[in-house]
């Protein structure tokens, strides 16, 4: 996963209509502020909205270039 990449936030419950289908593009990697925390991936979501997902529950769905 790198900056650029197409990823999908796999986190919720996959057909839930309480919970629509998060894809984003990755901007950044922010540092964990913990030892014990989970690697964050900062990305732009398909609304613009920016927001800090966790990089364990994402999957690339299109690499950049």
């Not at 502020?33 to 997902?53: D, L, S």
């Amino acid at each position: 996963m790198k900056v650029g990449d197409l990823v999908k936030y796999e986190w919720l419950v996959e057909g839930d209509p309480k919970h629509p289908k998060m894809i984003g593009t990755v901007l950044d990697f922010p540092p964990a502020t913990h030892a014990k925390e989970f690697q964050k991936v900062k990305v732009i979501t398909q609304e613009g909205v920016i927001e800090n997902w966790t990089m364990q529950f994402c999957k690339v769905i299109s690499e950049s270039r």
